[in-house]
Structures are given as C-alpha cells and as structure tokens.
C-alpha cells in the first residue's frame, strides 16, 4: 500500500518520500516509482532515526505538506495464544505497539513542525480490524495498536485543527497482495470478496485514491475521521 500511496502522489506531480527499514527495498521501490520518489532509511519505532530521517527531509525539501503514517507490523506468523509464556507474548504485543502506534507518534511529533500552516495532512493507516477484532488474540497487538491510532488521530485533530491542519484515518480492509495477503490463495480471495458488499476484494489502488484525496484542498473541511476502505464489510462507524 505504502509503494502505491508514494507513486500515486508522484504520478500527481507531488515529491514522494519513502521511509522503512530495508535499503535495498526502498531503493527498489523509489526507482520503480520515479525520480520524484526519494527515500530515507529509519525504523519508525527508534525515534533517533525518526528525527534524523525528518531531518534530512527538510533539509532537502524545505518542507512537508503531508505524512501518511503507513508504516505496520503484524506477527501473524506466530500470533499471540493463551497458553503462550508471558515473555513471548509480551515481546510480540511490544513489536506490534511500537511499530503500529508509537512509529505513527513518533513520526508525527518530528513531522508536525515542519507541516504547511494552513493546508498541511495527517493521515493514518488504521484497519477495519480496529472495529472487528480480526481474529480474536492471535491479532490482538495488532488491533489494538490499529485501534490506538483512531484515539491518537481524534487527539491531534483537535490539536492541529485550528493550525488548519487535518487529521484523518483511512481503515482498508482485505487488500489483495499485501503482507500476509500476497501468500491468500485466488479462491480464498473469491471467497472473501462474496461476502463483501461490493463483491470484489480490494486493491492498493483503492487506498491510494483514499489518501489522495484525504491529501487534497477539497478535503479541508474533513479532519478527525475514518475512511472505511474495505468494501462494505464496516461500515457506520
């Protein structure tokens, strides 16, 4: 999603700034976006590499109009479980906090300063796991870190809305071929989209569109709200 969100605001004719983890993905990526998509290495949860990422975005840039908290990690390969030693759940609950939740601070309190006064974004990639649950305790770190961030997003919008400021969440639901969903078999998918209300399974694209938007002037008059991206599956709330 993070890949189609950069290239969707380079193809606008927007700078686009990548930030993760790994080099050589991130290298990857900006070159097949193009050349106005640049990258900067940080691990979202260490706030010294948060500030000194921000930092060299400056630096570079002058300033920055929008920050699309993305980055998310989920352990769903191993999951929590009730019978699991407290240490090992609790390392998985701590890696799914302070990549889904204290990165999203993080990265807004080193961002926010820099933000266009009025006309600058803040926006949050959530989950509709945040309303359903996902799958009970395997996800629970994940869901409750997706769910902190609404809290954190209703916080800074009444923060930064007198800034001219605004602060919104966009929640996708299934998103074909990202994360633990590039390994879903093709009539698992088709099983899924049945049961949605759109009847097909979403796309990166259909989040890049929401962040677009939520991005633009004609959404200056939206701040503290949640998106739904998931084809029906929640809604109204």
């Known amino acids: 999603m993070g890949r189609e969100m950069a290239g969707a605001f380079a193809r606008n004719g927007d700078q686009a700034v990548i930030i993760g983890r790994r080099e050589d993905a991130l290298a990857a990526a900006a070159q097949a976006i193009d050349a106005r998509c640049s990258w900067q290495r940080a691990d979202v949860s260490q706030r010294e590499q948060v500030a000194a990422a921000v930092n060299a975005i400056v630096a570079g840039f ?32 701590d890696e799914e906090i302070a990549v889904n939740l204290t990165g999203a601070f993080l990265m807004t309190h080193a961002v926010a ?61 299934f998103i074909a071929g990202t994360g633990s969903n590039a390994r879903v078999p093709e009539e698992t998918i088709k099983n899924i989209a049945a049961q949605l209300t759109v009847r097909r399974a979403g796309h990166v694209n259909d989040v890049a569109a929401a962040a677009l938007f939520l991005a633009s002037p004609e959404a200056s008059f939206i701040t503290g709200e949640v998106l739904n991206v998931n084809g029906g599956r929640v809604f109204g709330r």
């Open 62 to 93: 002058g300033r920055i109009d929008v920050l699309v908290n993305n980055a998310g990690h989920s352990a769903f390969a191993r999951g929590l479980s009730s019978d699991m030693p407290l240490d090992e759940a609790q390392t998985i609950w």
């Open 113 to 173: 300063p820099h933000l266009a006064r009025p006309g600058g974004r803040i926006i949050y990639i959530s989950s509709d796991g945040a309303f359903t649950g996902g799958i009970g305790l395997r996800l629970a770190g994940y869901v409750a870190a997706k769910a902190g961030l609404l809290g954190l997003m209703r916080a800074l919008a009444l923060e930064y809305g007198p800034q001219g400021i605004t602060v919104n969440t966009i929640a996708p639901g």
